[in-house]
């Protein structure tokens, strides 16, 4: 299954498969009759690529339409933001459109579609959130956070992570070329697919590092308080993730190209070779694109970029540690050990940190 209808009327359903765009994907297609526990099947379908998903709920028993579809976006927003969801519906009320819809984009719906619009043009607009799902470790063009004549955007608030291996070094001093680099790929895949399953976009690779950030959006507002929370949370979780699956990443990708290097390296240092460091901060940063010659990079600076990629460089293999402001806006005091007070290279002064307790 690549592409779930979410809707309780098989009328709707087979609406639906008559667009070109379902036609063409027909074989790809389920269709699932209530949103209650959508972030589970999701969870169970790795190969899912878009959800179309009707906002209001309607039924011979009920009175007037329900909103469950806008609660299931809200629970994939938090579990599962991965995945290009259409919000598919009409809506005949104004104060209803003017309500919903703002707010399942803000839960990053990625488009919404009315049932009555031209069959072509529908069939174009699912076609295009297929493709961003194709993809899983692009950032969907709707969350563009330039437009093609900015240049950059201030005020925008981001989680960000940096996440390296540990023991890179050793590996590539030793070891052939081809085998490091199978072995940094995997390091690659395993970060990326996590920040990407939990809604975060990766900016670079750095050798043996990943630079990553959670929440920028395309869309110029102020966030809100629970935004902030959601962004770092949604990062925090993504460090969580990673880190429960390193231990599989080291047995089943690094040990094997160990066993070549036993006799070279030290005892003491292949210990700890593949575990993952993770440094996270929070805050403002600026948007700003970079261009050479004919080709142009996006990406985002700031004092949370600064603070994270330190805090990363103070912890030790296998664990995740957040800066001041992650540790405060997350919420998540509950979850982290007693500040330390460190000092930063090139930051003026000396800055708290904090363990986060990943298991």
């Not at 390091?187 to 920028?216: P, S, T």
Request: hydrophobic letters at 40%; aromatic letters at 8%; proline letters at 4%.
């Amino acid at each position: 299954m690549k592409i779930l209808f979410v809707d309780n009327k098989d009328r709707e359903f087979e609406r639906f498969l008559m667009l070109p765009f379902a036609q063409e994907h027909r074989d790809e297609i389920e269709h699932l009759k209530s949103p209650l526990g959508l972030s589970k099947v999701v969870e169970a379908n790795k190969d899912l690529r878009l959800i179309v998903l009707d906002m209001l709920w309607e039924s011979d028993d009920l009175r007037e339409a329900i909103p469950l579809g806008a609660g299931a976006m809200k629970e994939l927003s938090e579990q599962q933001p991965g995945i290009p969801v259409i919000i598919y519906s009409i809506i005949d009320d104004e104060a209803s459109l003017r309500k919903l819809i703002p707010e399942m984009m803000r839960l990053g719906a990625y488009d919404w579609i009315s049932k009555d619009e031209p069959k072509l043009v529908r069939s174009f607009r699912f076609e295009r959130a297929y493709a961003a799902g194709q993809n899983k470790l692009k950032l969907p063009a709707s969350r563009s956070l330039l437009s093609p004549d900015q240049q950059r955007r201030s005020r925008v608030h981001v989680a960000v992570m940096f996440a390296d291996m540990s023991g890179f070094t050793a590996l590539s001093e030793e070891l052939p070329s081809n085998e490091v680099i199978v072995v940094l790929q995997e390091f690659y895949r395993l970060v990326g697919e996590n920040v990407q399953l939990h809604g975060g976009y990766v900016d670079k690779y750095i050798g043996d590092a990943v630079m990553a950030y959670f929440g920028a959006t395309g869309r110029q507002e102020e966030p809100t308080d629970e935004l902030l929370n959601l962004h770092v949370q949604r990062c925090i979780k993504a460090a969580k993730k990673i880190q429960a699956e390193s231990p599989a990443f080291q047995y089943t990708h690094v040990s094997p190209t160990l066993k070549n290097a036993t006799n070279k390296l030290d005892p003491d240092r292949i210990k700890d070779i593949g575990k993952i460091r993770i440094g996270i901060e929070s805050g403002f940063v600026e948007v700003v694109r970079f261009a050479r010659g004919n080709e142009s990079e996006v990406t985002v600076i700031g004092t949370p970029v600064n603070i994270a990629s330190r805090v990363i460089n103070l912890g030790q293999p296998g664990e995740v540690w957040l800066g001041e402001n992650a540790y405060g806006t997350g919420a998540l005091h509950g979850e982290v050990g007693d500040k330390v007070l460190s000092k930063y290279k090139n930051v003026l002064g000396e800055i708290n940190r904090y363990q986060l307790k990943t298991f």
